[in-house]
């Protein structure tokens, strides 16, 4: 109930924000290679790897974002993504951001962004083998809330309505990961940067 709850306020603030705010995009991003900073006391189970002890990890996914703009630095993001875990089994994680652009130089961009994060995957407790390493709540649908998540992007300029994005993520509980996807612009203002591409 409580992930539900985070999903329901998170998509009526984003709403809300982009009907109040002029400044907003839509992204998508395909996820893939990540490193698992934990135990991995499951590895040797894993249907999906890089390595045998389980710290280079695969799990191919999609990774939605919608962003909307307070001031021209600063913004809220949700994100949705999608994957196939190390279980070949069905994950998601639900992420809400307050995000701060640090620089931004002619095509050029880096934001970073935190805040919560969902994730919940179908249980891995009917495999033979399987150790309860007391990160997920048990139930069907394993879950874990991280209050404190991160997110840092670049940006490339391709177009007014465009951009190319490459993102080191929170790919689960004690794991980074990487997404590149393509970001598009619903209204987008110029800074009236002197190097910066016109948004006219």
């Given amino acids: 109930m409580k992930i539900s709850k985070i999903i329901l306020i998170s998509l ?17 991003a395909v996820t893939g290679l990540g490193f698992d900073f934990g135990d991995c006391e499951n590895a040797a189970i894993y249907k999906i790897k890089a390595n045998d002890n389980g710290k280079t990890i695969l799990q191919p996914g999609l990774r939605f974002g919608g962003e909307v703009y307070a001031t021209p630095s600063t913004s809220l993001k ?9 279980m070949k089994k069905m994950a998601f994680s639900s992420q809400i951001m307050l995000r701060f652009r640090i620089f931004k130089i002619y095509k050029h961009s880096l934001s970073f962004g935190f805040g919560p994060t969902a994730f ?8 033979d083998g399987y150790i309860d ?5 048990s139930g069907n649908f394993q879950n874990k809330v991280c209050w404190l998540s991160a997110e840092l992007e670049y940006n490339y300029y391709i ?34 940067c002197g190097t910066c591409p016109s948004f006219k």
């Fill in 12 to 28: 009526i603030l984003c709403v809300y924000s982009n009907i109040c705010l002029s400044q907003s995009n839509l992204s998508v």
């Fill in 78 to 86: 949700f994100a949705q993504t999608c994957k196939i875990d190390c």
């Fill in 159 to 192: 177009s007014k309505k465009n951009d190319i994005s490459f993102a080191i993520t929170h790919l689960d509980p004690e794991a980074m990961g990487f997404a590149i996807g393509i970001k598009h612009w619903i209204t987008r203002k110029s800074n009236k």
């Fill in 120 to 127: 919940y995957r179908q249980t891995w407790e009917g495999f």
């Fill in 133 to 137: 390493e007391g990160i997920y709540k």
